[in-house]
Every structure is written in C-alpha cells, then in structure tokens.
T-cell receptor, first 109, second 112 residues
Framework: AQRVTQPEKLLSVFKGAPVELKCNYS??????LFWYVQYSRQRLQLLLR??SRESIKGFTADLNKGETSFHLKKPFAQEEDSAMYYC???????????FGEGTQLTVNP | EPEVTQTPSHQVTQMGQEVILRCVPI?????FYWYRQILGQKVEFLVS????????KSEIFDDQFSVERPDGSNFTLKIRSTKLEDSAMYFC??????????FGSGTRLTVV
C-alpha cells in the first residue's frame, strides 16, 4: 500500500522567513515523489519531482529514503507562495498518484 | 506547453441525473486518470485508464461511474445517477512514459 502523510494542515510564516512543508511516505520500494501546488482551488500544478532535482520558484525538496521523507523547503518565503501544497507518490505497477492531505501555506506580509 | 483540457468548467445537475465530464489528455500520453476533490478535502484517486481499458480503480469508483475513450482524443467520466455527495471538483490527468502527471483545470460538479 502507498501512503503519504503531511502532518501540518496549516502553516503560516512571515514574508522572508524560511519555510518547510513536511511530507512522509510509506511504500515498500522506490517511489517517485512529487510536490503539487494549487492556488485558490485552481488546477494542480507540478512544482517538483524528485528525479529531476530542479529548483522551481526557489523551492527544493530532497528525497530521504532513510527517513522516508520528501520535505519541501524555501529559504525566503514570498506572499505569492500562499497556496495549498500537496505531496504525492507514484509507486510501481500501474502508475498513479497518491496524494497527502495537503498543507495550506499562508505567507504574511 | 501541452495542456490537459476539461469541459465544462462548472456543471450543475439535479440529483438522479446523468452527467458526462469531458477531458482531452495530452496527445502522446498513454495513461489517463480521474481524480476527485470534495471541497476542503484532499485529492482522491478514482480510476486509471491505459490501453483502452481500466487499469486500476478505487473503492469510490462504483457501478455509478464509468469511463470511456470514445475516439482518439477524448476521455470521459460518466456518473449515471448523481447523488448530492458526488458534488466535488473532478480533475482529469494524463501521463506519458517519461513525463510527470499533468492535470486539467477541473470541472466543478454541483448536484442539487
């Protein structure tokens, strides 16, 4: 079974502060991990996938297999980062995404 | 950049009516999906479709739901007899062999 846990439903930081959105997963194998962002209940937009190791909009995420985590980080949060963030996993077999509960990030001025 | 397109963006229907939600996946993608997001809740997997058949479905995807790829471009989700609890945002997604998952902008279904 594949499972994604985002322990924080809400996260509030001030502009310019570092931000970390936590994600832990459960999967017996080597999964693909993703972060999606959703602004104001619009479409889900791919932010990061672990295999590409890119930095998008200043966000990075490192897959830690020992801790089964894929936390999303940004050193200096901006107001436009306020959105819902979903961590998601895709395992082997027929590919499909399993989403976490999501974390609503609010960046205050 | 290629997009997944969904129509309509908003559908209001009476309880018991049939609805068809439409999606045009990215043309060279092979896997197609429907997800659902009830207001305030997380995104839930409904069904995946590959090689013209369902490859996996969740327990939400009961006999009231069906999917079809009627031609080379469209991918539809049909709900036979809608219930109030079917009110949600429905997202279509597609995936190629080497790509990530690309989502459409969603159809907001309201059952009254």
């Amino acid at each position: 079974a594949q499972r994604v846990t985002q322990p924080e439903k809400l996260l509030s930081v001030f502009k310019g502060a570092p931000v970390e959105l936590k994600c832990n997963y459960s999967y017996s194998g080597s999964p693909e991990l993703f972060w999606y962002v959703q602004y104001s209940r619009q479409r889900l937009q791919l932010l990061l996938r672990h295999i590409s190791r890119e930095s998008i909009k200043g966000f990075t995420a490192d897959l830690n297999k020992g801790e089964t985590s894929f936390h999303l980080k940004k050193p200096f949060a901006q107001e436009e980062d306020s959105a819902m963030y979903y961590c998601a996993l895709s395992g082997r077999g027929p590919p499909r995404l399993t989403f976490g509960e999501g974390t609503q990030l609010t960046v205050n001025p | 950049e290629p997009e997944v397109t969904q129509t309509p963006s908003h559908q209001v229907t009476q309880m018991g009516q049939e609805v068809i939600l439409r999606c045009v996946p990215i043309s060279n993608h092979l896997y197609f999906y429907w997800y659902r997001q009830i207001l305030g809740q997380k995104v839930e997997f409904l069904v995946s479709f590959y090689n013209n058949e369902i490859s996996e479905k969740s327990e939400i995807f009961d006999d009231q739901f069906s999917v079809e790829r009627p031609d080379g471009s469209n991918f539809t989700l049909k709900i036979r007899s809608t219930k109030l609890e079917d009110s949600a945002m429905y997202f279509c997604a597609s995936r190629g062999d080497r790509d990530g998952y690309t989502f459409g902008s969603g159809t907001r279904l309201t059952v009254v």
